[in-house]
């Protein structure tokens, strides 16, 4: 067997002393009927309305450096990530066709999330061209009720300045919040579903007269109901049955999804990662009121994404959603969605979130860099690849703390990806713990290629790589940087692969 860490030449002896294995090589099964082929933009982008500009630029200032973390999507699997603009501060934005700047912020307070008013202008769609050939899904607000007026000015702005980068329209962020929010405490699914009916029509009128060609459509309903909140008896049952987007005009759902909800944003979620993210269970039981759901609205026959999520709720918590382990949760809950025919993961960005996937721009003494999940969405386009008839599959292992799934290219196996999600340190001064792998691959295999995810620990908030791959933004302004050139391959004997990984760490292993 010909194998060694590029990193840690010590991990191997020690997975022999004091890592766990497996006793009998596992086999991975086939994939199960009914299983759709996961789309390559299976890992997308929402970015925070508010925010667009700090990640986009503008004409004169375009943001390179999150071009070039977009683009490296484009280089791994062919297509570009498609990108939702919207969010809360969605429902907080007008358009004001007379102004000159491209946004206007205002806070209620300075050091909040976000602002509680967005003004934009003309100048804001300058944005939408500044990341190459991304499309785009916009959000408009549906909370805006002075005047109808204004809503067709935006959306008509938005298709004459988006043009052919408009993927499809989204109204309103998470309306499930409306009652007491935007609207009064007894306000109901049906006063709703009668306000989306009509503001959606209007908004198809005043963009077909506008922008000639086929209408795009809309992402819809973009609401949250998760166990975790208050979702005001709303379901998406009732949504239907009261006469939701009778004329049709929905073209891809979107269900936002989070793993909890993050109340108090000064706590240190170093407790919590472990429990929560770095947990197969848990993963399972977040993903299956959505899976279920999938299932029962698949007769309206519009695709199923999770048009805005991410980690925890509330733009996330440091210790927590900042560090490596958020990327260990991303591989194994984005494969476990694939696995189970969600179709797209807009992960949501913003300024300053502590689960952002890069910080775009300096701002509250927050350097420009590229963050943890970053690499997980990597080691996810990497997984995929190019090939249009991928499909996964989960291989059953027996703790919460590891994952591993199986990659079929049509009838063929061609990748199995590992994740260990035992918490290590990155101060542990004592050996890092591995455990050992072995998978049973069928046909005439001789050499699988290894391709690890890791860091100095499950709590580092930098030093990320894959395949010894950088992509920090210190390095080349996010483009990919070798700084582990050692290529591990390892040989399959007697048809089975072995495979040591260390605790908080991943590995893809391709069939060559
Ligand atoms: C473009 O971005 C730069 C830098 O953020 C800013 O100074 C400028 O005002 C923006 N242009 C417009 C038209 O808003
Ligand atoms: C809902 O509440 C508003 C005031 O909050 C009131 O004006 C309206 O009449 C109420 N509507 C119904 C149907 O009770
Ligand atoms: C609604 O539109 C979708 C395409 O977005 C189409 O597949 C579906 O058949 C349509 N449903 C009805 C009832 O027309
Ligand atoms: C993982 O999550 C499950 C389900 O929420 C929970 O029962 C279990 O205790 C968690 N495991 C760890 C190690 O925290
Ligand atoms: C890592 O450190 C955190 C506190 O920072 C602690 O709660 C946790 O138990 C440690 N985990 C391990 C595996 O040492
Ligand atoms: C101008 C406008 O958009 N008015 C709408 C405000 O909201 C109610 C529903 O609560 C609609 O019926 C109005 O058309």
Known sequence: MLSFFPLMGMAVFLGRCHGLEYSESLVIPRPISGAEYVPRDLQSFSIEFAFFPDYAGNKSHPNHFSKNLLENFKDLTGVYPLVRVGGTSQDHSEYIPGQEENIQLIYENPDDDQPIQINYGPTFFESYHTLGPVKFLHGLNQNQNHSIKQLQDAAIEACTAIGPQLHLFELGNEWNFAPGSYRSANYSLLDYVREWNYKSSVIKSAVQKACPGPFPGFMAPSFVLLDSVETNGWTVQELYNLGYDSKNLTKEFSFHNYMGVNLDPTSNGADDLQKTLMNHTSIIENLAPQISRSKDLAYLDHLYTLGEMNSIAGQGRNGETNVFGDALWMVDFSLWAAA?????????????????????????????????????????????????????????????????????????????????????????????????????????????????????????????????????????????????????????????????????????????
Request: proline residues 5%; charged residues 25%.
């Open 340 to 512: 189970h025919n969600i179709k797209r993961l807009h992960l949501h960005q913003g300024l300053n979130y502590r689960y952002a996937s890069w910080q775009p721009i300096l701002s509250k003494g927050e350097a420009i860099a590229t963050r943890p999940p970053y690499y997980g969405q990597i080691m996810i386009a990497a997984t995929l690849g190019r090939a249009e008839n991928s499909r996964v599959v989960n291989i059953p292992l027996k703790e919460d703390t590891e994952a591993a799934y199986g990659i079929y290219h049509g009838e063929k196996l061609s990748k199995i990806v590992v994740v260990n999600m035992k918490a290590f340190n990155e101060t542990t001064s004592s050996g890092r713990p591995s455990r050992q792998y072995q998978f049973q691959v069928p046909g005439r295999q001789y050499r699988v290629k290894v391709e690890r995810m890791i860091a100095p620990g499950s709590d580092s908030t930098s030093d990320v790589t894959f395949g010894g791959i950088s992509y920090d933004y210190d390095l080349k302004r996010g483009k990919p940087v070798t700084v582990h050139s050692k290529k591990e391959i390892v040989e399959v004997r007697g048809g089975t692969v072995s495979i040591d990984i260390p605790d908080s760490s991943a590995a893809l292993l391709t069939l060559v």
